[in-house]
């Protein structure tokens, strides 16, 4: 089995779960045989978004390289970023980086191309909704991505940001995201909604959703397993 090697700490809910569910799921798979050698590099998650917020992509790229090369050097074979957002640099570590990184908008794309879904909406950070990065494969499989409105993607990213970067988790907040998923199925015809960020499965589900639901962390999460094990 290969070593997985995390870049975690974007939040640190997330890379909690990364960690639990990759550690349960092969165990599960290879009958209680055997549990993968795991590596996490976990970065400053305040540095990393004032980078963001900023706009600072050359520093935010030259700290996830440093974290890479690290888990690299350590001997991790199946390298990953453990948030969407951080992915807004994926092209530029990728050509500095020799090595694969499994990419989380890659494997959301291959995920809603597979079931002919044409019309998807995207929630996540606004700095996920507003750019590119998780859209652009999608859209060159010929797959329409919406986003929601100014406001929304605002009450979005706010909610992300205050409340389940740190884990909690609100009743209230689900109606707000439910409202805004059953808007974009009347006026954008959304046949299934993406949530584009690592934080929204701790308030988001199949079960909950009003439309067929493509959790990236689940999907991501298939696909590292499906690489260690190989």
Known sequence: MKKIGLV?????????MYYKKLNS???????GKAMPDIAIESVNFRKAWDYVSNNKYDLLTDYLEEKINCLISGGAEVVSLTAVTMH??????????SYPIVSIPKAVSEAV?????????????VF??????MKKDMITEGVQVFVPDAKERELIG???????EIGIVKESTLAEMVEIINRMKEDNGIEGIILGCTELPLILNSDNCPVRCF???DIH??????LAMK
Not at 25 to 31: A, F, M, R, S
Not at 158 to 164: P, T
């Open 8 to 16: 975690g700490g974007t939040g640190p809910e997330s890379t909690v």
């Open 25 to 31: 799921e092969i165990d599960k798979l290879t009958d």
């Open 88 to 97: 807004m640099v994926y092209d530029e570590l990728s050509k500095r980086i």
């Open 113 to 125: 191309v597979s079931v002919g879904i044409t019309r998807v909406g995207l929630l996540g950070t």
């Open 128 to 133: 996920t909704m507003d750019q590119d990065f």
């Open 158 to 164: 706010k909610r992300i940001f205050e409340e389940l």
């Open 215 to 217: 959790d990236a962390v």
């Open 221 to 226: 999460f298939n696909k590292l397993v499906s």
